[in-house]
């Protein structure tokens, strides 16, 4: 079992940026992918970014060049840099691994809201 904490979100200015942070804990050595996942009211939950434990990374299109994902496999977390927010990126954002027997686990999410 994975357990993910998340932490970071909050209000910001539209073009502002935060910065959100993933720990994890458990059978740590057996997660190969983590990322982060947003949902806003009435859409599914889609993917923002995500990082293999081999470094490659995968980004939604709509934040290619505003969000950077990184690990750092020593200390088991996650973050998400994101920059020139806006609006549309208002979601409750969502720590998500998978281990390499594909099982996913999930954070309890934290709130991003993009506002004037």
């Known amino acids: 079992q994975v357990q993910l904490v998340e932490s970071g979100g909050g209000l910001v200015q539209p073009g502002g940026s935060l910065r959100l942070s993933c720990a994890a804990s458990g059978s740590i050595f057996s997660i190969n992918v983590m990322g982060w996942y947003r949902q806003s009211p009435g859409k599914q939950r889609e993917l923002v970014a995500a990082?293999?434990?081999?470094?490659?990374?995968n980004y939604a299109d709509s934040v290619k060049g505003r969000f950077t994902i990184s690990r750092d496999n020593a200390k088991n977390t996650v973050h998400l840099q994101m920059n020139s927010l806006k609006p549309e990126d208002t979601a409750v954002y969502y720590c998500?691994?998978?281990?390499?027997?594909?099982?996913?686990?999930w954070g309890q999410g934290t709130q991003v809201t993009v506002s004037s």
């Open positions: 998500n691994a998978v281990d390499f027997r594909l099982h996913r686990y």
């Open positions: 990082v293999v434990k081999n470094s490659s990374t």
